[in-house]
């Protein structure tokens, strides 16, 4: 499982000129799902994008996690981030999972991230999104487990 975390000093995602899901302060997830993650896998990414340290403390070092600045979490599927680019020219997606192991997945990352943090939102799964952030930093790391 990969996700691309960017802390964002705001964002949201849209669906046919709707709003599904809306931060303030906090980071972007962009989750993509294997073919070999489970949802052990699921729980693991979880906890690194909670507990990674990527907002500064007051000595301006990153060292506080989402909970500890009490920031939203928007989370979106993001298939293309399976992809394979070692050869050619063009991505292979070979490694990504199949859409329903994947919206299964995605599914219980989302369940879990509500059961443990308040403030999530999300995308919606396999639909056309538009996706606004402002970056703040700029500040972008690629987790996997």
Not at 67 to 89: C, E, M, R
């Amino acid at each position: 499982m990969k996700g691309l975390i960017q802390r964002v000093s705001s964002a949201r995602v849209k669906v046919d000129n709707r709003t599904t899901g809306e931060i303030q302060h906090g980071l972007v997830l962009l989750l993509a799902v294997q073919h070999n993650d489970t949802e052990t896998s699921a729980d693991r990414l979880l906890e690194k994008v909670l507990s990674y340290r990527v907002f500064s403390d007051e000595d301006g070092k990153m060292n506080l996690n989402l909970q500890q600045v009490a920031g939203g979490l928007l989370v979106v599927s993001q298939f293309t981030l399976a992809a394979d680019t070692q050869k050619g020219l063009r991505p292979s997606f070979s490694t990504a999972a199949h859409p329903a192991q994947a919206q299964a997945l995605y599914d219980y990352f989302v369940e879990r991230a509500n059961a443990r943090y308040a403030q999530i939102a999300t995308g919606e799964f396999a639909a056309d999104m538009q996706v606004e952030l402002i970056n703040d930093g700029p500040v972008t790391f690629m987790l996997e487990v």
